[in-house]
């Protein structure tokens, strides 16, 4: 497949854990050596899976593209406390999940489905007061975050074992998987964090189609190489 990434493309990008969404493009960026770039939906550090950029005259559709339907699939460690929801931060508090059945984990997961009011995270890239809110939340200052409409198409429980319950959600933009395992620890009773996360698909957009940062840098080489045998 023949790329022209100045004109424009649509990337789809299997973005590697622990990397932010700006690390990929700042090194897309610099590896297709181009200005026009950008991103159409942010994945924390601590996720992995499907990053779609765009280059030159597909950043226009970027708002068009992340604002489709987007499904991951993940873990959620029951009965551990986070303040961030997820691994970023430490264990602050663990409560006994003995007495919790498969039925009624499912049946939590459940309650869910619809369109439903959910609270951002705290450590968040939410703009509180013209800064970041996980900023805040980083210097002790938690702020008070607004609820926001989401719909929950899809939260099935793929696997159970003790703590670990595996999970597949299908969402509207703007939902925060963060936030779903924060309260379906609380729906429970006993807490809960999101152990990991991979986004699986947005709209038509699927991973298994996604290229990693190493087959990028490979097409770019190439043309490099074609076009010096040309020239």
């Given at each position: 497949m023949s790329y022209n990434f100045e004109a424009g493309e649509v990337l789809l990008i299997d973005k590697p854990l622990t990397w932010t969404s700006f690390d990929v493009v700042k090194k897309v960026r610099n590896t297709l050596r181009i200005k026009k770039i950008g991103h159409a939906g942010t994945l924390d550090p601590l996720a992995s899976g499907l990053l779609i950029l765009c280059t030159g005259k597909f950043t226009k559709s970027i708002d068009?593209?992340?604002?489709?339907?987007?499904?991951?699939?993940?873990?959620?460690?029951?009965?551990?406390?986070?303040?961030?929801?997820?691994?970023?931060?430490?264990?602050?508090?663990?409560?006994?999940?003995?007495?919790?059945?498969?039925?009624?984990?499912?049946?939590?997961?459940?309650?869910?489905?619809?369109?439903?009011?959910?609270?951002?995270?705290?450590?968040?890239?939410?703009?509180?007061?013209?800064?970041?809110?996980?900023?805040?939340?980083?210097?002790?200052?938690?702020?008070?975050l607004k609820p926001r409409t989401i719909t929950i198409k899809a939260f099935d429980i793929t696997n159970i074992e003790g703590e670990v319950v595996s999970f597949?959600?299908?969402?509207?933009?703007?939902?925060?998987?963060?936030?779903?395992?924060?309260?379906?620890?609380?729906?429970?009773?006993?807490?809960?964090?999101?152990?990991?996360?991979?986004?699986?698909?947005?709209?038509?957009?699927?991973?298994?189609?996604?290229?990693?940062?190493?087959a990028i840098q490979e097409i770019k080489k190439a043309q490099l190489e074609a076009n010096g045998s040309n020239s």
């Amino acid at each position: 497949m023949s790329y022209n990434f100045e004109a424009g493309e649509v990337l789809l990008i299997d973005k590697p854990l622990t990397w932010t969404s700006f690390d990929v493009v700042k090194k897309v960026r610099n590896t297709l050596r181009i200005k026009k770039i950008g991103h159409a939906g942010t994945l924390d550090p601590l996720a992995s899976g499907l990053l779609i950029l765009c280059t030159g005259k597909f950043t226009k559709s970027i708002d068009q593209i992340q604002a489709q339907e987007k499904e991951y699939t993940g873990t959620i460690i029951l009965g551990q406390y986070t303040p961030s929801y997820d691994k970023e931060t430490e264990v602050t508090e663990t409560k006994d999940i003995s007495h919790l059945t498969p039925e009624t984990i499912k049946a939590a997961a459940d309650s869910f489905v619809g369109t439903i009011e959910q609270v951002p995270p705290i450590y968040s890239a939410v703009m509180v007061d013209g800064k970041r809110a996980y900023d805040l939340a980083r210097r002790g200052k938690a702020a008070e975050l607004k609820p926001r409409t989401i719909t929950i198409k899809a939260f099935d429980i793929t696997n159970i074992e003790g703590e670990v319950v595996s999970f597949r959600v299908v969402c509207t933009k703007g939902t925060y998987i963060r936030s779903l395992a924060y309260d379906m620890g609380v729906k429970l009773g006993v807490g809960g964090h999101l152990g990991s996360l991979v986004r699986t698909r947005i709209g038509e957009y699927k991973l298994e189609d996604a290229l990693t940062i190493e087959a990028i840098q490979e097409i770019k080489k190439a043309q490099l190489e074609a076009n010096g045998s040309n020239s």
